[in-house]
């Protein structure tokens, strides 16, 4: 069974940085999972891309986040990690590492599931 646990968030102030990070357990990074990476959800709002690895091992980025967040993974630590730099209010939100497993073929072509995690609080204030 895949498992997520988000680590690192907290409260910053504008202009600070976190880094974040994703223990994931019951799945191998290599080959890499369909994509894997994180979404955040700010408050009273629905969740969004943060920065995501694809299939290919191409990174998504939503804009407002290119240029001062990046994605990084160590496969000997089956961990993600979200460096956030330059950090803004408007980041204020939950971070969920989330992970899209294939399903019995093992290619993504032919489905899969997306895993979440719990989510970690980042707060950022003036």
């Known amino acids: 069974q895949v498992q997520l646990a988000e680590s690192g968030g907290g409260s910053v102030q504008a202009g600070g940085s976190l880094k974040l990070s994703c223990l994931v357990s019951?799945?191998?990074?290599?080959?890499?999972?369909?994509?894997m990476g994180w979404f955040r959800r700010p408050p009273g709002k629905g969740r969004e891309v943060v920065s995501i690895y694809n299939a290919d091992g191409s990174v998504t980025t939503g804009d407002s986040m290119k240029g001062r967040f990046t994605i990084s993974q160590d496969n000997s630590k089956n961990t993600i990690y979200l460096q956030m730099n330059d950090l803004k209010i408007e980041d204020t939100g939950v971070y969920l590492c989330?992970?899209?497993?294939?399903?019995?073929?093992?290619?993504?072509?032919?489905?899969?599931?997306?895993?979440w995690g719990q989510g970690t609080q980042v707060t950022v204030s003036t």
């Open positions: 019951g799945i191998a990074f290599t080959p890499r999972p369909c994509s």
């Open positions: 989330v992970l899209n497993e294939p399903h019995a073929s093992g290619r993504c072509s032919d489905g899969w599931t997306r895993i």
